[in-house]
């Protein structure tokens, strides 16, 4: 096996199992033992018009991009094909939907990182982390966007349909993944790096505050807490 096949193997086949390790560990064993962390620091007392734009343009974004990515990525084709989905409309449908949410995403973004840079007392209340996963996040978007006009000369969806392979076959433990994006272009390869690297830096980041806002959905679905007055005891 020589170096370039070796690289692509460890970053698309085992990388990608040390980042989720880390990932879910990671969040868990901060949650037991740092629960005062865990939050996203909020500054929103100092320039709350520009965090109000930009944090609001960044979540839309990056909601909707998560969304995208792990219905289009981890739902198996026949399912697509069932719903009557093809490949084609599927990659047209990537494009127009990522080319917004990302535009949405690095435009909160550019607001969120000239604010907290700009700013001397956001800066005196930030920590490096929270600066890095600003700029890894930045990245990762303009790699997204800059991979819509790669997408764009594979139309019918046939690169698309390797990512799929990729992600299904990492999720599920099954061989051969990182074959499948040996020859993809260097853009989507940087963009899964990065995306990998995202998670594998996330316990240590306020980004964990995301796990309490998926927590919050199951608060809705808790039976309601019956209280009786004193008198009614007797």
């Given at each position: 096996m020589d170096f370039k096949t070796y690289l692509n193997q460890f970053l698309f086949g085992y990388y990608p199992y040390i980042c989720l390790a880390v990932f879910f560990l990671g969040s868990l064993i901060r949650f037991d033992r740092e629960q005062y962390t865990w939050k996203s620091d909020s500054s929103q007392l100092l320039r709350h018009g520009q965090l109000r734009w930009g944090s609001n343009l960044f979540h839309i974004g990056v909601l909707g991009i998560f969304a995208g990515h792990f219905t289009g990525l981890l739902t198996p084709l026949r399912i697509w094909h069932a719903l009557g989905i093809m490949p084609a409309e599927k990659q047209l449908t990537a494009i127009v939907g990522g080319g917004i949410f990302g535009l949405m995403c690095v435009i909160g973004l550019a607001i969120l990182?000239?604010?907290?840079?700009?700013?001397?007392?956001?800066?005196?209340?930030?920590?490096?982390?929270?600066?890095?996963?600003?700029?890894?996040?930045?990245?990762?978007?303009?790699?997204?966007?800059?991979?819509?006009p790669l997408s764009m000369q594979h139309m019918d969806g046939s690169?698309?349909?390797?990512?799929?392979?990729?992600?299904?076959?990492?999720?599920?433990?099954?061989?051969?993944?990182?074959?499948?994006?040996?020859?993809?272009?260097?853009?989507?390869?940087?963009?899964?790096?990065?995306?990998?690297?995202?998670?594998?830096?996330?316990?240590?980041?306020?980004?964990?505050?995301?796990?309490s806002g998926f927590a919050s959905v199951f608060y809705l679905l808790r039976p309601y807490q019956l209280t009786r007055s004193r008198g009614a005891n007797r």
């Open positions: 990182i000239h604010r907290r840079l700009s700013d001397p007392r956001v800066s005196a209340s930030s920590r490096p982390a929270d600066v890095l996963i600003l700029f890894m996040l930045f990245a990762q978007v303009i790699l997204g966007l800059a991979g819509i690169e698309m349909v390797k990512f799929m392979g990729w992600a299904q076959r990492i999720w599920s433990f099954r061989g051969g993944a990182a074959d499948l994006v040996a020859n993809v272009s260097i853009v989507f390869k940087l963009h899964l790096v990065l995306g990998l690297t995202i998670f594998l830096v996330f316990p240590f980041t306020r980004l964990v505050h995301i796990w």
